[in-house]
């Protein structure tokens, strides 16, 4: 894992669990989705600023793997990290842990599109600067 990170604490409520009582596996991606808003924001940037820009993040692909069970009202840490970015693309690793104990770990890649035409686009060198910067270091 990087050493830089961002992070955010989040408590499971009911509502992200299933019949047996942990959390429901597709609840993690959302999970993700607050590590990299928490992320940009870090790097010093927001979706919105990014969407005021003509740019689009959609994600091309998801991975999770889980390794134990959240459960309700579990104390969660998710972080989140640049791992890649190339020309069109940029992929973002995560990590869920509850207690420093990893729950769950994968990534998202995401495409920059033109708003205007949904078409990929290659980093402009203002925004490639920010991306690849890193995040403000998290106090373990």
């Known amino acids: 894992m990087s050493e830089s990170y961002a992070k955010v604490s989040y408590r499971?409520?009911?509502?992200?669990?299933?019949?047996?009582?942990?959390?429901?596996?597709?609840?993690?991606?959302?999970?993700?989705e607050r590590?990299?808003?928490?992320?940009?924001?870090?790097?010093?940037?927001?979706?919105h600023e990014i969407e005021q820009r003509g740019f689009g993040l959609p994600v091309l692909s998801a991975h999770v793997d889980y390794k134990s069970p959240a459960r309700y009202d579990d104390v969660l840490e998710i972080r989140g990290w640049v791992s890649n970015?190339?020309?069109?693309?940029?992929?973002i690793n995560c990590a869920v842990?509850?207690?420093?104990?990893?729950?769950a770990e994968g990534h998202t890649v995401h495409?920059?599109?033109?708003?205007?035409?949904?078409?990929?686009?290659?980093?402009p060198a203002e925004l490639a600067a920010v991306i690849d910067r890193?995040?403000?270091?998290?106090?373990?």
């Not at 590590?35 to 979706?47: C, I, K, S, V």
């Open 12 to 32: 499971v409520p009911y509502a992200d669990t299933d019949q047996m009582g942990v959390v429901y596996y597709g609840n993690y991606l959302t999970y993700f």
């Open 35 to 47: 590590a990299r808003n928490e992320l940009l924001r870090d790097l010093g940037l927001t979706y």
């Open 85 to 91: 970015r190339r020309a069109v693309r940029v992929q």
């Open 97 to 103: 842990f509850r207690d420093e104990q990893l729950l």
């Open 111 to 123: 495409a920059l599109v033109d708003l205007a035409s949904l078409r990929p686009t290659r980093f």
């Open 134 to 140: 890193e995040p403000a270091p998290a106090s373990l």
